[in-house]
């Protein structure tokens, strides 16, 4: 005996099984760093455009490890690069995304919430921005 739909067996469940909705992808819970934690201490280097997303805790900015403002050398502290930005308060901690970039020719340091960041007159290649978060209206 034959079956006429024996050939549409395997077409209709790819069918089926393409109209099932996939889950939505699951987001990363930020890693939870240090206040001596830089992009360069986590292989950040050359990753330019790429955004990461951290987790700060309570403590104290190292403004011995923060070079620039903005963007600021790879080799600078996340946390205090957000503190400084205002992004974080250090008593508090939080969240901090960042972005990688490309190195520059020279950072010029800043005073910025009682935050004082260093200047390198030299070339350093790599770098970051903070991401400020958007204000809700």
Known sequence: MTYPL???????ASLACALVPMP?????PPLSIDWRTSPLD??????NGARYHF????????????TG????????????AAAQRGVIQATAGGPVT???RPGLSGYTG??????????YAA??????VVITPAKIR
């Not at 987790?55 to 923060?66: A, F, Q, T, Y």
């Not at 070339?123 to 970051?128: A, P, T």
């Open 6 to 12: 024996r050939g549409w067996i395997p077409f209709v």
């Open 24 to 28: 939505a992808a699951v987001a990363k």
């Open 69 to 80: 403002s903005g963007p600021f050398t790879d080799a600078s502290s996340i946390c205090s």
């Open 123 to 128: 070339r350093w290649e790599g770098s970051f």
């Open 110 to 119: 800043s005073m910025r919430n009682f935050i004082r960041s260093n200047s």
């Open 42 to 47: 986590l292989d950040l280097r050359g990753m």
């Open 98 to 100: 960042i972005e990688i």
């Open 55 to 66: 987790l700060c805790p309570p403590g104290k900015p190292l403004e011995s490890l923060l």
